[in-house]
């Protein structure tokens, strides 16, 4: 599986500016609204139901929040650049700038976990996370995000 598979160009967001984990959870519900046409309110309720399970921020300024809800068909992405990184309870306690959203629908088991695997081994890629902080352009994002490279185990 290959983050083209799960992100859209348009769900790439460059330069936001959230000042709270709750507004950039928000945010990434207003761009899943806007590019897959899935429900804002069910989205938002969904990802702050997990966030209370346990903070999805992995560490080094990257979050990975995710979800499942029961209008989905296939794993949708949404990818956040913020302009200044917001606490997000991470687990290294350092705030986050680099944000990687997954909605999978309910009974996604296998294609859920091998998308946040995914996400995961791209986004603990130091040149990667580099090449995403310098860039201010969408296009540049998700050219970066969708380049292809090795496979590594999880």
Request: overall charge neutral; glycine content about 6%.
């Amino acid at each position: 599986m290959e983050l083209s598979d799960i992100l859209s160009a348009d769900a790439v967001v460059s330069k936001l500016n959230a000042t709270s984990k709750k507004r950039l959870l928000q945010e990434i519900a207003r761009v899943a609204d806007e590019v897959y046409g899935l429900p804002c309110t069910e989205i938002f309720a969904a990802l702050q139901d997990r966030e209370l399970l346990g903070a999805t921020g992995v560490g080094n300024g990257v979050a990975i929040p995710h979800a499942r809800l029961a209008c989905l068909d296939d794993v949708k992405g949404v990818f956040v650049r913020l302009e200044h990184p917001v606490d997000y309870e991470s687990v290294d306690s350092q705030p986050v700038n680099l944000i990687f959203a997954l909605l999978a629908p309910e009974g996604a088991g296998a294609m859920h976990l091998k998308s946040l695997a995914r996400v995961s081994r791209t986004l603990r890629d130091a040149t990667v996370c580099a090449k995403l902080r310098s860039s201010k352009d969408a296009n540049a994002l998700f050219a970066i995000l969708t380049a292809i490279q090795p496979s590594k185990a999880a």
